[in-house]
């Protein structure tokens, strides 16, 4: 809290968020909003009273129970008669509803970013993030459609670590069942190309049921340790 004793500055309430305990952590995002409020403040000889900062959760039913620190800095700036701000709208909220809710809180607010834009065009503001937010999740859901339609595994990396380990260990397995025939086609003086040949002479297949590269036979290679 940064308290500054003079009666007639602008009175100002700080509110900065980042969306993520990692971001919190590490302070990445945190002190180029602070440079952003400065600077606004420092260009209007403004007062802060108090700056809040956010890490959001996710926990709970609504947004502000999402944010107790918005809450508290909502109540602080109605307390004491003072003005809301913060670097960018979308420290706030990309949610249309959300800002109109915060325009009628009965706090005034103020975003350093467009400092002279009123109610109005803060409200495009927020309908141009709030779309901007709604395209990317489409576009994000239609390439996770576009790998489930091929095949491929999707979800975070906590739900794929099983899923690769398991992999992992088939191939390693496959790999020690056929180094025994890599081993003997090395001890007759092969070429990595000639394995490759004779596998598929063989009919030997790959553990994918097809036909052998060079690249394949090489993995082999490399995980039962021949050169």
Do not use: C
Not at 2 to 30: C, D, K, N
Not at 33 to 58: K, M, P, S, Y
């Amino acid at each position: 809290m940064i308290v500054v004793m003079s009666t007639t500055a602008p009175r100002f309430i700080s509110y900065r968020r980042v969306s993520s305990a990692e971001q919190g952590r590490s302070g990445l995002g945190l002190e180029a909003q602070a440079a952003a409020i400065h600077q606004f403040l420092a260009g209007r000889n403004g007062q802060l009273l108090e700056d809040f900062v956010e890490v959001e959760t996710g926990k709970g039913s609504n947004a502000l129970e999402r944010r107790p620190q918005l809450k508290a800095a909502l109540a602080a700036a109605k307390r004491r008669r003072a003005v809301l701000v913060v670097s960018k709208l979308d420290r706030l909220s990309r949610n249309v509803n959300f800002i109109s809710g915060v325009m009628e809180s009965g706090v005034d607010f103020v975003v350093a970013e467009h400092p002279s834009a009123d109610a109005f065009t803060l409200h495009i503001h927020a309908a141009v993030a709030q779309r901007e937010r709604e395209v990317i999740a489409e576009r994000i859901s239609a390439a996770l459609q576009a790998k489930k339609a091929r095949g491929e595994a999707v979800g975070n990396v906590a739900n794929l670590r099983p899923h690769n380990e398991h992999r992992m260990a088939a191939a390693d397995a496959f790999a020690e069942r056929l180094g025994g025939t890599l081993r003997a086609y090395r001890g007759a003086g092969m070429s990595q190309r000639q394995m490759v040949e004779e596998l598929n002479l063989q009919g030997v297949k790959t553990a994918r049921g097809g036909s052998w590269s060079l690249q394949q036979v090489q993995r082999v290679l490399a995980r039962v340790a021949l050169p």
